[in-house]
């Protein structure tokens, strides 16, 4: 891919897919750190576009770059934020403000709830929420769609679980 | 409240998309940036490879080695090659960062894995190095003292100087080993057996 190709795509994907890499930030930074690695996403998308070939979907391509590199984020954060952890994971399950729009304070909760997951079974949540197909979420996970399906069962029981409990204490 | 009715919520919300210039800034800079890795790589690597070329050939044509210089050039000549091979390395371990991260989650973390397993045993490695480093040292201060090139009180200072950077360097991987790369191949490990549990 030449350079004028390279920053053509790479703009092309950002227009349309930004969403992704936007909710794919919220769901693994904690509180107050999401630009940063929205920030972290958008630059490794930007040096993985070269190697994009055209026989896979780009949202699947895309997906596959930002969750391994927010997984490396997270991963990398508690190497060098140990001490910090506990502090910050008081401030991620904050529960959503009573005055907010119905549907803005479900997505709040939701996302509360995707960070009470561990990190291989929010990554499995966050495809099913977007919308991605099985078949798909094999591709991006690596798992086959067998697995996914069992997979997605239980995760769902448990995020329905956590939402019920965060309804009550609310 | 069940859960499609979170689920609907998700998508029907949508986070406001990017602006052009803010993405065309971006690319300038990373771009900015990529050039100067570059540059800066290409910088260390020449400079590496013309000094072992500049000791070999003064040392072979230039002024022939005598028995007292021995054991510093072989010594220079080994650092110089390592300083070689980690350049390389760190450029591999950039391009395998690089396609790693285009493989499926599972993949990717299975490659972290092993890198972080790699880096683990390269420190391993490093340990052994200090301990074969420390007697071609101990010939190079006893050739230079024994040819009248080094007096006592400057052979103690180098060697006192050389234990502390050999003893920092000890501590500082030992505490990398321990606290930063056992605790992440821990947790690279629980997340491969979390994908690979299967149904």
Not at chain 1, 88 to 96: G, L, N, Q, R, Y
Not at chain 2, 24 to 47: D, E, P, Y
Not at chain 2, 177 to 182: D, G, N, T, V
Request: some cysteine; hydrophobic content about 45%.
């Amino acid at each position: 891919m030449n350079p004028t190709g390279h920053n053509q795509t790479f703009l092309d994907w950002v227009l349309t897919y930004d969403a992704i890499l936007w909710k794919i930030a919220r769901s693994y930074a904690p509180y107050g750190e999401h630009t940063d690695l929205h920030q972290d996403l958008l630059i490794a998308l930007w040096h993985a576009a070269p190697l994009y070939r055209d026989h896979a979907k780009p949202s699947t391509f895309i997906y596959r770059v930002a969750l391994n590199c927010a997984l490396n984020w997270s991963r990398n954060r508690a190497r060098y934020h140990r001490r910090y952890v506990e502090l910050d994971e008081t401030a991620i399950p904050v529960v959503a403000a009573p005055e907010m729009q119905e549907q803005e304070r479900r997505v709040e909760l939701l996302y509360a709830a995707l960070a009470a997951l561990p990190e291989a079974d929010r990554s499995l949540a966050l495809l099913h929420l977007d919308g991605i197909s099985y078949r798909d979420i094999a591709e991006v996970l690596g798992i086959t769609e067998n697995h996914v399906g069992v997979k997605l069962n239980r995760v769902r029981k448990r995020l329905a679980e956590q939402l019920r409990r965060m309804e009550e204490k609310q | 409240m069940n859960i499609e009715q979170y689920e609907s919520a998700w998508r029907s919300t949508t986070p406001p998309p990017m602006h052009r210039e803010d993405i065309s800034v971006l690319m300038q800079k990373l771009a900015r940036s990529a050039r100067g890795k570059h540059i800066v790589m290409s910088i260390c690597a020449f400079n590496a490879i013309a000094a072992m070329a500049l000791t070999v050939y003064v040392l072979l044509f230039r002024r022939p080695v005598d028995g007292a210089e021995l054991a510093s050039a072989l010594l220079l000549q080994t650092f110089l090659t390592v300083a070689v091979v980690v350049l390389r390395r760190r450029q591999q371990k950039r391009r395998d960062a690089l396609r790693a991260a285009t493989l499926s989650v599972r993949d990717s973390a299975e490659a972290a894995f092993a890198s972080v397993t790699g880096e683990m045993r390269d420190i391993g490695l490093l340990f052994w190095a200090a301990a074969a480093v420390l007697p071609m040292l101990a010939l190079c201060v006893w050739q230079l003292m024994s040819s009248g090139k080094m007096t006592t009180k400057a052979a103690l200072s180098f060697g006192l100087v050389c234990v502390v950077i050999i003893a920092g360097n000890a501590a500082i991987q030992w505490r990398r080993y321990h606290h930063s790369l056992a605790p992440q191949r821990e947790r690279l490990e629980t997340f491969v057996n979390a994908m690979k549990e299967e149904a």
